[in-house]
Each structure stands twice: as C-alpha cells, then as structure tokens.
C-alpha cells in the first residue's frame, strides 16, 4: 500500500528562522496532497494543500512545493513564530478500491525557541 | 457554527469490555473517518463512511466496528477492548472524497484500556 515517509521527526530552530519539512511517497498515483498542523490537545487542522498538477503554493509565511518525477513534497515555513510549535503531518492520497483515501506521514514536532 | 464533536474526551476501560466511542458533525457532510493516533505511526485510518449506510474498512480496522444510521453520527465500537487499543482516537468529516478536500477533525477522545 501507499507509504508517506516524513523527516525529520523533530526539528527545533530559532525563532525568525526557516523551518522545512520533507515528505515521500511511493503511489505515482497520488494526487493531493494536505499538511496538517496539530496543537497540543487539539485535533489536526490543514493549513495548505496542493494538487499534482501544481509545482508549488505560497499562503503567506507558508508554502508547498512538490516534486511528482522525484515523489516528495515539502512543507516551508519563513519568519518562524512560536505559535508555529506544534507538530505538523504530511499526508497523500492513495486509491483503495476505488475508494481514495489518505494516508499521513508519522508527524514533525516542531519546536521554535525564541 | 458547524462543528465536529467527540465523546468522551477521556475514557479508562477494561480489556474485554465493549467500548462505543462518539462522533457527531453538523456540517452534514456525507464523508466520515475514525483515525488512531500512535507516537511513531502518525494518524492511522481505523474505518471510514461516504454516505448512510455505508463503511469501509481502513488500514488498522481488526477490534473496530463502526455503523452509518444517519448523516451526522459515525460511532466507533471497540468489541472486546484490549491493551492494544490504547490510543488516541479522532473523527474526522469532510464533504467531497478524501482526494481534494478538507477534512475537519474533532477533539479527540484519549482511550485507556487497563
């Protein structure tokens, strides 16, 4: 089945700093695919996404870029803040069947040090 | 507002006893997900519902169950709870497929099996 691998599994930076995230996965059928941040004690929320047949998507201090030939994606965030700690998950979708779903990545903890 | 609910938030059970855990969504979406979450594994799909009546089995369904009676309710039961099934337990409802669109995530119920 589809696997979304996802590094590195911590990463701690200085806040002002980039933080970068990296995903891959082996379906070369994928097609969508979602970053989700997760607060502590909360559910995960998306906060970008980007289809296949885009190379990359900014929204403001966030961005996506995808490489379909290579099967990775990657997740930037510019001008870290320290509400940006929390931990962040990948995730692809795989077609099950006919049924798509998706499959998430183990998950990045990020931690910004102010 | 529209919103995704979970219930219990907490719950300590005994191995072999049935479990039923709740989700409710009033967005009306037709597409519901139960996922557990595991440090080391991510977010991993247990079952999943495109409409009333309707379940499919995810990557980690063995102990699980789930019915779709209506729009708004997906339950998770676990028949015979066992260690195993300590987690974090999250429901998640979107209103197009799992390729392409948004999911919302609820709180999260915190499962003890003893």
């Known amino acids: 089945g589809e696997n979304v691998e996802q590094h590195p599994s911590t990463l701690s930076v200085q806040e002002g700093d980039s933080a970068v995230i990296k995903c891959t996965y082996s379906d070369s059928a994928s097609n969508y695919f979602p970053w989700y941040k997760q607060e502590l004690g909360k559910g995960p929320q998306l906060i970008i996404d980007?289809?296949?047949?885009?190379g990359e998507k900014k929204d403001q201090r966030i961005a996506v870029t995808l490489n379909k030939t290579a099967k990775h994606f990657s997740l930037h965030i510019t001008e870290t803040q320290p509400e940006d700690s929390a931990v962040y998950f990948c995730a692809a979708t795989i077609n099950d069947f006919g049924n798509e779903k998706l499959t998430f990545g183990t998950g990045t903890r990020l931690t910004i040090i102010p | 507002d529209a919103e995704i609910t979970q219930s219990p938030r907490h719950k300590i059970t005994e191995t072999g006893r049935q479990v039923t855990l709740a989700c409710h969504q009033t967005?009306?979406?037709?597409?519901m997900f139960w996922y557990r979450q595991d440090l080391g594994h991510g977010l991993r799909l247990i079952h999943y519902?495109?409409?009333?009546?309707?379940?499919n089995k995810g990557e980690v369904s063995d102990g699980y169950s789930v019915s779709r009676s209506n729009t708004e309710d997906l339950p998770l039961t676990l028949e015979s709870a066992a260690s195993s099934q300590t987690s974090v337990y999250f429901c998640a409802s979107s209103e197009l497929g799992a390729a392409g669109d948004e999911q919302y995530f609820g709180p999260g119920t915190r499962l003890t099996v003893t």
């Open positions: 967005w009306n979406h037709n597409n």
């Open positions: 980007i289809r296949s047949n885009v």
């Open positions: 519902s495109y409409g009333v009546q309707d379940t």
